[in-house]
């Protein structure tokens, strides 16, 4: 399947994924719609997962991993108006990142930051073993203050009552610094970068 192909159904699903989210929140939908989205709850939860969500962003970086000579020629204001569009919808539209918007902010700051690397530098490795580890382990931050931390009780995370501003700051810093550590110690401790896939 080309590369394209995949990008393009992965956004599919990814708008799938934002269509599942509404309707479990919509009370008055109607049954053609809440009962599939019913069935598919009870099974999985919810459509923040590897096909509806994940699958996209994983996507996405392949395609801009395969095209990285194109991608490092791409003009500077590209980037930038990729990143306000991106801050914009999820600030005024919303901040679901099965929506289009997270995505843009982030393939904006991409567009900006590959350009620091240059043709001749080598690829930066660490930079993505920290990647890797920190999508890896940022839920059990998450689960570790909502749950261990500050007490929370329901199933719901967001109805847990935690600060959304507290909780991003502490998954993203105890993850950037756990991707240090493993890094590190993965150098004398191989079996860490088979158990981290990185």
Same mark, same amino acid.
């Given at each position: +399947? ?41 099974? =999985?939860?919810?459509?923040?997962? /590897? ?14 991993? +395969? ?16 990143? +306000? ?22 393939? /904006? ?29 940022? +839920?059990? =931050? ?57």
């Amino acid at each position: +399947m080309r590369s394209r192909c995949i990008l393009l159904l992965s956004f599919v699903l990814l708008l799938v994924g934002y269509g599942i989210t509404f309707v479990q929140g919509w009370e008055a939908a109607p049954a053609t719609l809440s009962l599939p989205v019913k069935v598919y709850g009870a099974a =999985f939860g919810g459509a923040r997962n /590897g096909v509806f969500e994940g699958f996209f962003y994983v996507a996405v970086g392949a395609v801009l991993g +395969m095209r990285h000579h194109e991608v490092e020629e791409a003009p500077v204001l590209v980037g930038i108006a990729l990143v +306000m569009l991106g801050l914009a919808g999820t600030v005024l539209v919303s901040n679901d990142a099965h929506l289009p918007f997270c995505a843009a902010a982030g393939i /904006g700051l991409f567009l900006l930051s590959v350009r620091r690397c240059g043709s001749g530098l080598r690829p930066h490795a660490g930079a993505r073993n920290a990647s890797t580890i920190i999508y890896l382990v940022h +839920m059990y =931050f998450i689960v570790l203050l909502v749950y261990g931390i500050c007490g929370g009780t329901n199933v719901n995370l967001n109805a847990n009552g935690v600060n959304g501003a507290w909780l991003y700051l502490f998954a993203l810093g105890g993850s950037i610094l756990l991707s240090v550590l493993v890094i590190a110690a993965s150098r004398r401790l191989p079996l860490l970068k088979k158990v981290f896939g990185i």
